[in-house]
């Protein structure tokens, strides 16, 4: 049967929530995959169907950044930026006293593991994006492009409040569930975690970093550009995405041919979230990636604290 544990750790000074999905004491693990979510500023939830790799011999990690779900929150808000996340996946690396990690980013998860692995690869095994970005700039701009091939009727609602700033109106938000229906998740009844995340955003870290919603992005992010330095990650490389996705296939092309020898993997039914929108196929294919690259160990029992 496999283990399941979640806890509070101090990381930096503050007290973040973790969930850790590992195999069976006696079982052979072949690795620890550290999961960072996107947003940023979004619960870990929607990615909790990675906790699949868990049956393929994997310890599945996975936690509420600073500020986010069900983490500490900062009185100094300015605090929230991608160089404070980077020291934080590395602390909290340290705390938990993982090793080296096969480390996964969705969105701006994606984009943190980048910004991770320039600094710290030394520390990684492995490298996989899934909707991950090193450029915000190129992702604005196809963010742009597929919103500007949304209805014509949806388009005028969008520009009409967004020209006044009022992105709370309820018919400027029915409108843009249009565009996340098509590039955020394609599944025709979200499930509950991805629910559970969009109804849970941390506004104080999605508003300084991102901005108001996925398309746009105004925040303290939004020059960050680190497509010349691809070349500096040597790591073994995936770069996942879907054929829809908001972080377009454009980006995870970019990715792909910045980081040399890195492979890449298109998920054809999908948009952001292959992983549940073709959680099998998805589950399978990080799971032959990661095998090339950990060698199985045999779980010891933990002890009891």
């Given at each position: 049967?496999?283990?399941?544990?979640?806890?509070?750790?101090?990381v930096?000074?503050?007290?973040?929530y973790?969930?850790?999905f590992?195999?069976?004491?006696?079982?052979?693990?072949?690795?620890?995959?550290?999961?960072?979510?996107?947003?940023?500023?979004?619960?870990?939830?929607?990615?909790?169907?990675?906790?699949?790799?868990?049956?393929?011999?994997?310890?599945?990690?996975?936690y509420?950044?600073?500020?986010?779900?069900?983490?500490?929150?900062?009185?100094?808000?300015?605090?929230?930026?991608?160089?404070?996340?980077?020291?934080?996946?590395e602390?909290?690396?340290?705390?938990?006293?993982?090793?080296?990690?096969?480390?996964?980013?969705?969105?701006?998860?994606?984009?943190?593991?980048?910004?991770?692995?320039?600094?710290?690869?030394r520390?990684?095994?492995?490298?996989?994006?899934?909707?991950?970005?090193?450029?915000?700039?190129?992702?604005?701009?196809?963010?742009?492009?597929m919103?500007?091939?949304?209805?014509?009727?949806?388009?005028?609602?969008?520009?009409?409040?967004e020209?006044?700033?009022?992105?709370?109106?309820?018919?400027?938000?029915?409108?843009?569930?249009?565009?996340?229906?098509?590039?955020?998740?394609?599944?025709p009844?979200w499930?509950?975690?991805?629910?559970?995340?969009?109804?849970?955003?941390?506004?104080?870290?999605?508003?300084?970093?991102?901005?108001?919603?996925?398309?746009?992005?105004?925040g303290?992010?939004?020059?960050?550009?680190?497509t010349?330095?691809?070349?500096?990650?040597k790591?073994?490389?995936?770069?996942?995405?879907?054929?829809?996705?908001e972080?377009?296939?454009?980006?995870?092309?970019?990715?792909h041919?910045?980081?040399?020898?890195?492979?890449?993997?298109?998920?054809?039914?999908?948009?952001?979230?292959?992983?549940?929108?073709?959680?099998?196929?998805?589950?399978?294919?990080?799971?032959?990636?990661?095998?090339?690259?950990?060698?199985?160990?045999?779980?010891?029992?933990?002890?009891?604290?």
């Amino acid at each position: 049967m496999n283990q399941t544990h979640e806890g509070m750790i101090n990381v930096l000074g503050y007290n973040l929530y973790y969930r850790s999905f590992e195999p069976a004491a006696g079982d052979k693990m072949k690795g620890i995959l550290l999961c960072l979510h996107g947003g940023p500023g979004v619960p870990h939830n929607y990615l909790l169907s990675l906790a699949d790799l868990v049956k393929f011999g994997y310890r599945v990690i996975f936690y509420d950044q600073l500020g986010v779900g069900k983490s500490e929150m900062p009185k100094n808000k300015y605090i929230f930026s991608i160089e404070y996340g980077v020291e934080e996946v590395e602390a909290f690396r340290n705390t938990m006293d993982l090793g080296k990690v096969n480390l996964f980013g969705s969105s701006y998860g994606g984009l943190l593991a980048i910004a991770y692995a320039l600094k710290y690869q030394r520390n990684l095994k492995s490298l996989i994006t899934a909707g991950g970005l090193a450029s915000v700039p190129l992702t604005v701009a196809e963010m742009q492009r597929m919103k500007s091939e949304l209805p014509p009727d949806t388009i005028s609602i969008i520009e009409k409040y967004e020209s006044v700033g009022d992105f709370e109106n309820p018919e400027y938000v029915t409108s843009m569930m249009e565009f996340y229906r098509r590039h955020l998740c394609r599944l025709p009844q979200w499930p509950a975690e991805v629910q559970y995340t969009m109804e849970n955003i941390s506004k104080p870290v999605y508003s300084l970093m991102n901005g108001p919603n996925e398309y746009t992005i105004v925040g303290n992010m939004k020059y960050w550009d680190v497509t010349d330095e691809l070349q500096k990650i040597k790591v073994p490389t995936l770069v996942t995405g879907g054929r829809y996705d908001e972080v377009s296939p454009k980006v995870a092309e970019s990715i792909h041919k910045g980081i040399k020898g890195s492979k890449r993997l298109t998920f054809e039914n999908s948009s952001h979230m292959p992983f549940w929108e073709e959680r099998d196929k998805y589950v399978q294919a990080i799971a032959k990636f990661l095998d090339q690259v950990n060698v199985p160990t045999v779980v010891k029992k933990r002890k009891k604290k």
